[in-house]
Structure formats: C-alpha cells, structure tokens
C-alpha cells in the first residue's frame, strides 16, 4: 500500500510538473502576442507585427500539448485518487466544467486570429480576437486554480456521519485561498513566460549573432513585461504569506525552517536545515522580516513547527523549494530593471555579450522557479490531500501496480518532450526570421500591410 501511495504520490507530481510547463507558457504568451501587435499597429512598426505573427505560430504547437497533458490530470485524478474524487467531486465539478467554456473560447477564437491576418482594413478589428484569447486562456488556469484552492482551503461544505451535507459548489470555489493562489498562478504566468522569451530572443542576438533591430525589439518588449510581472508577482507572493500565516502557519513554518514559536521573527535568506538539531547553517537572517510580513507587525508571533502534531506537520525540505522560487523572482526582477535602466540611459552594456549571457540564463531559471513553486505549493500541504479533511493514504487507489504505470508515462512524456521540441525547432529553424516574407517586404521598403 505505502509503496502504491509513493508512486502515485510521484506519478501525479510528475504529471502536473509536465504539463504545469506548458500550461504556464499558453496563459502568458497570448498577452504578449497581443501587447506586441498592438504596439505594432500604434506605432506603425511591421517588425512587432511578425514578432506577433511568428509567436502565435509558436504557441499554436504549445497549446496542443497542453491538452493532451491537461487531459491527462483529468483521468489520472479519477485513477490514482478516487476516495478524492468521490468526496470532492459534488464540490470542485463546476469549475472544472467552467474550465472547458473558457478553453473553448480561447480555441475558437485562436482559430480566428490565426485565420484572419491581413483581411481586415482596420488592423484594430484583428487585434480585438486576441482579447478572447487572454481572457480563455487565463480564465481556465483560474478556475483550475480554484480546485487547488479547494484543496487547501475547503468551504462550501460540512461533513455528517461521513456525508456531505449543505453543498455550495460557490462557495467551494471562493475559499479563502483562492484570490492569494488565483493572484499569484496569474502572476507568475506572465513572468515565466517572459523570462522564458527574453532567454530565446537573447540566444539568437548572442549565439546567432542576430543584432538585428527585430530581435533587440523583441528583448526590450519581453524584459519589460518580466519586470511589471515580475513585481506583481512579489506582492503576489506577499499576500500568500499573509495568507498562509491565517490559515496554514505550519506550512509558513516549514517555507522558513522556524522550527520554534517565535515574536519578532527573522526572514531567512538560504540556509542549510539540520532537522536533527533544528539549527539553520549558512543562512542570512533578516531580523523581524518574517513576522513583519506575516502579519505587518515586527513584534508579532510566528508560530514554528514544533507547535504543531508531528503527524501534521510538512516537511521542512520545502524551505529550498522556498528559497530557489523567491530567488529566482528577485533574479528575474534585478535583471530587467537592470536592463531596461541600460536601454533608457542609451548604456553600452544593454546589448553586451554578459547581458545577453544572463538573459539566456533567465529562461531556465524562471521555469525552475516556477517549478520549485509548485512543489512547494503541493509538497507544503502533506499529509492531506484536502486541507483538514482528507489525508493522501486516505484518499489513494487501492488498485496495485502504479509503479509499472508511472514508468510508462515517464516515457511518454519523454516522447512528448522530444517530439515537440525536434517541432519547434524545426520550425524556426527552417524559417528563421530574416527569410519570412514579411520581414523581407518590411526591408524592401513594403512596410506594414494595411
């Protein structure tokens, strides 16, 4: 049994850190299709025109592989968690529902902005069917969300003799974690898409030897969108710990290794945890932050983990998870601010070679970030699997042989992985920027299409 709990534990985990990758991309990406045609058409610019033309053709490929993963949840929530299912489906089943009108809008209206370049004399009335585009696309990552939401926070409900009694499915779905979660899943979307694009556009002005005025466009467009997403997403963060210190102190706990009650308590900055001693090495202390940001109070008390049952109690190894997710914010941030100081002030540095170097690293330090986040959203509310109400060994399969399972789908996703990346690169190396029939009408003295 505990074996079978393990592999599904990780099956699912490995599952969701798949297609939460792609997913992440096809909520931020459509904004930036827009915002880059938009600018386009005010500013008569043809190049931020392609830049759109060539990224929805990109996306086009990202959201066909987040379907299949998508589904993939869907089946596997019914397979390796049915005790979940059972309990929780009367609950959570409307957003799932309303997650597929919102798919179905961004689909269908995907189709059409595809489908529509150049038919219109108005270039505004083609840039309007991105708009339902944005609003799909986000809308159905923050009605998913509101199911994790639900996990972690459970309302609309109460439990007699083992039965569900005073359903509220709207309620279910505006628990108190779910503006912080929504807020922050949104947030961060948008900033790792950027940080993944700035990273794309840098290789080919760094490796590719491409300082072409499109591509440096491009890096000014994507390094402004990492820094405003990237603040929204440390108030984002900012709210969670407020929330988290509300409702869920032990995880707050295990995220900074406090380990005893505490007022007045430091906010660490990286550290070893020796959970035999208790004791912290090689951290940075920063003395009342934590309990200032918890509460915005620098007196107030933080409760540690030892407060709490040891059987309740997440582990305290998702304190890295923690750390790397924040750093790799504050990196993200620090970077963009830098560059686009650089690029107003007319700096030589913006364009140089450790720039762009740094740019490149952006984008895998993004997705591990994100990535990171959401093990330490998952991992931090062991050992239930709704908040309070169900714990994980309750809740699993009885059926044997997940282990067989979970290598089968690891090879499938590697398949995955490798088939849409041969596509993708493919694509674009095939036809790089400089020979698309737009940029050359652009440098013949064609200019934008009207």
């Known amino acids: 049994m505990m074996i079978d709990l393990l592999f599904s534990r990780i099956l699912t985990g490995t599952t969701l850190g798949f297609h939460i990758f792609f997913a992440t991309l096809g909520v931020g990406i459509p904004v930036l299709i827009s915002l880059a045609e938009l600018i386009g058409i005010r500013k008569k610019d043809p190049e931020y025109i392609l830049l759109a033309r060539r990224w929805s053709k990109g996306f086009v490929i990202l959201?066909?592989?987040?379907?299949?993963?998508?589904?993939?949840?869907?089946?596997?929530?019914?397979?390796?968690w049915p005790r979940f299912m059972e309990l929780a489906g009367e609950l959570i089943s409307l957003p799932f529902m309303m997650e597929a009108f919102a798919f179905f809008l961004e689909a269908i209206f995907l189709g059409i902005y595809l489908y529509t370049w150049g038919?219109?004399?108005?270039?505004?009335?083609?840039?309007?069917?991105?708009?339902?585009?944005?609003?799909?696309?986000?809308?159905?990552?923050?009605?998913?969300?509101?199911?994790?939401?639900?996990?972690?926070?459970?309302?609309?409900?109460?439990?007699?003799?083992?039965?569900?009694?005073?359903?509220?499915?709207?309620?279910?779905?505006?628990?108190?974690?779910?503006?912080?979660?929504?807020?922050?899943?949104?947030?961060?979307?948008?900033?790792?898409?950027?940080?993944?694009?700035?990273?794309?556009?840098?290789?080919?002005?760094?490796?590719?030897?491409?300082?072409i005025s499109y591509f440096k466009k491009a890096l000014t467009l994507t390094m402004s969108f990492a820094l405003v997403t990237g603040i929204l997403t440390a108030v984002a963060g900012d709210v969670s710990a407020k929330y988290m210190a509300a409702y869920n102190p032990e995880k707050l706990a295990a995220a900074e290794a406090l380990f005893e009650t505490t007022k007045g308590a430091p906010l660490l900055?990286?550290?070893?945890?020796?959970?035999?001693?208790?004791?912290?090495?090689?951290?940075?202390?920063?003395?009342?932050?934590?309990?200032?940001?918890?509460?915005?109070?620098?007196?107030?008390?933080?409760?540690?983990?030892?407060?709490?049952?040891?059987?309740?109690?997440?582990p305290v190894e998702i304190h890295y998870m923690f750390q790397v997710m924040v750093a790799a914010g504050v990196f993200g941030i620090t970077l963009s601010a830098l560059f686009l100081w650089g690029r107003w002030r007319k700096k030589k540095y913006t364009f140089s070679n450790w720039m762009l170097r740094l740019a490149v690293l952006l984008g895998p330090v993004g997705i591990v970030g994100m990535e990171c986040g959401w093990i330490f959203t998952e991992i931090g509310r062991k050992p239930w699997i709704i908040y309070g109400v169900m714990k994980m060994e309750d809740a699993v399969t009885s059926m044997t042989g997940i282990r067989e399972y979970f290598f089968l789908f690891v090879l499938i996703y590697l398949l995955i992985a490798l088939a849409t990346a041969f596509v993708m690169i493919s694509f674009f190396k095939k036809r790089p920027v400089e020979q698309d029939p737009q940029y050359r009408e652009i440098h013949s003295g064609g200019g934008m299409r009207r």
């Open 269 to 314: 900055v990286g550290g070893l945890v020796d959970k035999e001693t208790q004791e912290i090495h090689y951290k940075i202390e920063l003395p009342k932050m934590l309990s200032f940001l918890s509460f915005g109070d620098f007196n107030a008390e933080v409760r540690g983990l030892n407060a709490f049952p040891k059987e309740v109690q997440p």
């Open 63 to 80: 959201v066909a592989v987040g379907v299949v993963t998508g589904t993939t949840i869907g089946f596997q929530l019914n397979l390796l």
């Open 119 to 211: 038919r219109f004399k108005n270039p505004y009335l083609h840039w309007l069917f991105s708009l339902p585009v944005i609003i799909g696309s986000s809308m159905s990552a923050a009605l998913i969300t509101t199911v994790n939401a639900f996990m972690n926070a459970p309302a609309g409900f109460r439990i007699v003799d083992g039965q569900l009694v005073d359903i509220d499915p709207l309620a279910a779905i505006l628990n108190p974690a779910t503006p912080s979660k929504v807020f922050h899943v949104l947030s961060s979307s948008y900033f790792t898409t950027a940080c993944a694009l700035v990273a794309l556009t840098a290789f080919f002005i760094l490796f590719r030897k491409k300082r």
